[in-house]
């Protein structure tokens, strides 16, 4: 038995999660953290301390986060004795982010751990809490010297990066003030699904795609992300985001710039992130006539969902009864580099949507002479490869093949990697992933300073715009439809139709 120790598992760590007593902690930080001990990745010494205003002993603490693994963890309920175990590590503090006593306290549990430790901890600050909160919490980290040493503290920071261009600038600014880039981790959790990261490993650890990936053979990529659930109770904060804060500026350009980067140099985290940030650079700018377009916007009215009746948006708990926020856009951008020169990158979000789905999906130009005769063929269709981020897990070729019999007849069919099918095994949460690699030191998944400006540069134009001019046509599409006519108008006029694949559980 190889008895080495992994980077992570040598190196002291204590975790202080500021909001420990709110939802993301509850569904989602815990039971990561919970599944990467019971999977021997958390180090050997580590503690795992959370902040809030609740007063509430460790062991109250430590009952409320139990039943929280029970309810959410991958695992499913935990196991007595690994549970046991697990909860030594985990502490609470009652604390108050503007307070320096909640700082000093800090200060001292690091000191004492470390004495007990005999090493210098890694030291990670996560900052579960809303936006209003990071400027403080990053203000008093400097104050009181807890973050000083760039080699062994980091903090984690969730979004929204800022809401405009304007103010994301401010946040690095404040940032970078403080802490050095490396010690920033601004987390996007669909960074960290499986299949998200695997697109990095299918394009650039195969030599078969990399001759097919540009212009001269790709017709067209969409990118769609939508949504079953309205917006339930987080009215109040998606009336002042929408679509284009809440999914284009992170999630979704994040998943087009894996598609169209330059191969790296190195799998080093800032060659990677250079490589996204060429393509966010190399974006074409809208102009006012290039909105009106290739940008549309759409907003849910109420309508019937698997047999139940449910609210349109401006009904929603929090939102304006004259709400002009959209549920729904679909863009169509270009990219202006040698690669992808005139290729349309078609992205689509919305709430109330048939189904949750995560989807890319690369169509190839078609074949340059048919030599097959009309009636042999039977629903033709151009090749394409179908990146299924969820609810399934696949990535898959559709091809032409010969139709089994005596005569000469073809069908489109599928080559399949399906994960289920392939592993065995539970598929780590996108947030055991993350986690572990801010534990490593690793950023590769994490958002640079300059990748979130030139998001939100690039966005710039269409928020201004939609903001500025009221839609008269609200609410332009009913729950459980694929968004406005327009959208469909937006890629039909170029010859194209939205691509979903055939939802296994609808009949």
């Given amino acids: 038995m190889n008895s080495s120790k992994s980077p992570v598992q040598s190196q002291p760590t204590i975790f202080f999660i500021f909001g420990g007593t709110g939802d993301l902690t509850s569904r989602k930080l815990v039971p990561a953290l919970y599944n990467l001990f019971i999977d021997g990745w958390m180090p050997d010494k580590f503690a795992i301390i959370g902040l809030g205003r609740t007063q509430q002993s460790d062991e109250q603490f430590r009952n409320l986060l139990l039943d929280d693994i029970n309810k959410f963890s991958r695992s499913g309920k935990a196991d007595a004795q690994k549970w046991k175990t697990f909860a030594e590590y985990v502490y609470f503090q009652v604390s108050e982010i503007t307070e320096d006593k909640t700082y000093i306290e800090q200060a001292q549990r690091i000191k004492k751990l470390e004495e ?210 959209e549920t729904f856009a679909a863009i169509k951008f270009f990219i202006d580099n040698w690669r992808w020169h005139g290729v349309p990158f078609y992205l689509r979000t919305g709430k109330r949507m048939p189904e949750s789905s995560s989807m890319i999906s690369i169509q190839f130009k078609d074949v340059p002479h048919m030599i097959f005769p009309t009636e042999t063929i039977e629903g033709w269709q151009q090749n394409r490869l179908i990146i299924s981020i969820q609810p399934e897990m696949s990535i898959r070729l559709q091809v032409q093949a010969k139709r089994p019999g005596l005569d000469m007849v073809l069908n489109p069919v599928d080559l399949i990697f399906d994960y289920s099918g392939t592993y065995k095994g539970e598929t780590p949460e996108a947030y055991e992933t993350l986690l572990l690699d801010t534990m490593l030191g690793d950023q590769t998944l994490f958002m640079r300073g300059d990748q979130v400006e030139a998001a939100w540069d690039l966005l710039m134009p269409i928020l201004h715009t939609w903001a500025g001019k009221k839609s008269t046509s609200f609410p332009n599409y009913k729950a459980d439809s694929w968004g406005p006519e327009v959208a469909e108008g937006l890629i039909a006029k170029d010859g194209f139709h939205w691509f979903t694949l055939p939802n296994k559980n609808k009949k």
């Fill in 116 to 325: 007990e430790w005999k090493e210098e901890p890694c030291v990670i600050y996560y900052l579960a809490v809303a936006p209003r909160f990071f400027t403080p919490i990053a203000e008093n980290l400097a104050k009181h010297k807890i973050a000083a040493n760039p080699e062994k503290s980091r903090v984690v920071i969730e979004k929204p990066f800022g809401r405009d261009l304007a103010s994301g600038k401010a946040l690095n600014k404040l940032l970078n003030s403080i802490f050095s880039e490396k010690q920033i981790y601004r987390i996007d959790h669909y960074l960290g699904k499986e299949t998200v990261q695997n697109i990095l490993a299918f394009r650039f650890a195969n030599s078969i795609l990399e001759p097919l990936w540009n212009r001269n053979y790709i017709d067209h990529v969409q990118i769609s992300v939508t949504e079953q659930l309205g917006v339930g109770d987080r009215g109040g904060y998606y009336d002042e985001a929408g679509a284009l804060r809440d999914m284009v500026q992170n999630h979704i350009l994040q998943l087009l710039c894996l598609v169209a980067m330059e191969p790296p140099v190195s799998f080093q985290a800032d060659e990677v992130r250079n490589r996204k940030v060429d393509v966010l650079l190399a974006m074409r700018k809208f102009t006012a006539e290039d909105l009106q377009k290739n940008a549309v916007r759409g907003q849910y009215s109420k309508g019937w969902m698997e047999g139940k009746e449910v609210p349109g948006y401006r009904e929603e708990t929090g939102v304006n009864p004259e709400s002009n926020t």
